[in-house]
């Protein structure tokens, strides 16, 4: 009994890790197609979605299939990765700018940079990364294709 619990708190770490090294990877491909130029603010009518993008900042969609990824200061962002509510402070109505504020979880942080994101690279790119992890052969990355087949030994 005692070697099955251990065995079955290593496959749970094993599979925690491998999750946030995921999770690492999705915020990469993130930040990899925020523009390299900041935006001075957004206009908008509806936030769609949100999500915590590393512990940096939040993209969030707006209306029309708009992202942009909000750079955040404070100290909030030791909040982000669990952050489960969002709340602007903004002056004027439905527009962000750099300078207003977003809380997370009751935390507000100021906003340091906004920069729009190509979603439809970052769906492409995630699209790649899944279809790598569920099969190592379509990578392209021969250790990832010939790790199976090491012994370990000699």
């Known amino acids: 009994m005692r070697i099955f619990s251990v065995f079955l708190l290593v496959s749970v770490l094993a599979g925690c890790a491998s999750t946030a090294d995921t999770d690492l990877r999705v915020s990469e491909i993130y930040k990899r197609h925020a523009s390299d130029e900041t935006v001075n603010g957004v206009r908008y009518t509806a936030v769609r979605s949100w999500r915590p993008v590393s512990d940096e900042g939040v993209l969030i969609e707006f209306n029309g299939n708009r992202h942009f990824l909000f750079a955040l200061a404070g100290a909030c962002r030791s909040e982000i990765q669990f952050a489960s509510t969002l709340v602007f402070s903004s002056t004027p109505v439905n527009r962000l700018d ?16 906004i920069r729009k994101v190509d979603f439809e690279a970052v769906e492409a790119d995630v699209a790649a990364l899944n279809a790598a992890l569920e099969d190592p052969r379509e990578a392209g990355d021969s250790d990832l294709i010939h790790r199976d087949n090491y012994s370990g030994g000699m």
Do not use: K, V
Request: hydrophobic share 40%; with cysteine.
């Open 98 to 113: 750099q300078f207003d504020r977003i809380a997370l979880n009751g935390r507000w942080c100021q906003i340091q940079d």
